[in-house]
Nanobody, 124 residues
Framework: QVHLVESGGGLVQAGGSLRLSCAAS????????IGWFRQAPGNEREFVAG????????KYVDSVEGRFTIARDNAKNTVFLQMNSLKPEDTAVYYC?????????????????WGQGTQVTVSS
């Protein structure tokens, strides 16, 4: 089992940057693929970015490709989401989620453990 805690959200102007962190506790963190998801008011939750268990593969939704970067430090049980060139449409609650997954691709669904979320607000 994995317990996840997000941090790093806040209010930023369009064009600015934020770095989200997802700290995990529990065993075998390096066996989990991690995803970042977001949900804006009135919208369904969507996959934003994911990283496989080793950190060797990543995947992004088209709308953030080239602006967001996901990375992990398995020694510190932490996953990061660096968000640059932020846009008002990036405003949402951001969640990190974990799925036990030792294949080399990056899953976008099926995550079993979720954090409580962190608010990101981008002003125009």
């Amino acid at each position: 089992q994995v317990h996840l805690v997000e941090s790093g959200g806040g209010l930023v102007q369009a064009g600015g940057s934020l770095r989200l962190s997802c700290a995990a506790s529990g065993r075998a963190f390096s066996s989990y693929a991690i995803g970042w998801f977001r949900q804006a008011p009135g919208n369904e939750r969507e996959f934003v970015a994911g990283i496989n268990w080793s950190g060797g593969r990543t995947k992004y939704v088209d709308s953030v490709e080239g602006r967001f970067t996901i990375a992990r430090d398995n020694a510190k049980n932490t996953v990061f989401l660096q968000m640059n060139s932020l846009k008002p449409e990036d405003t949402a609650v951001y969640y990190c989620a974990a799925r036990w997954y030792r294949d080399n691709d990056v899953p976008t669904v099926g995550h079993d453990y979720w954090g409580q979320g962190t608010q990101v607000t981008v002003s125009s």
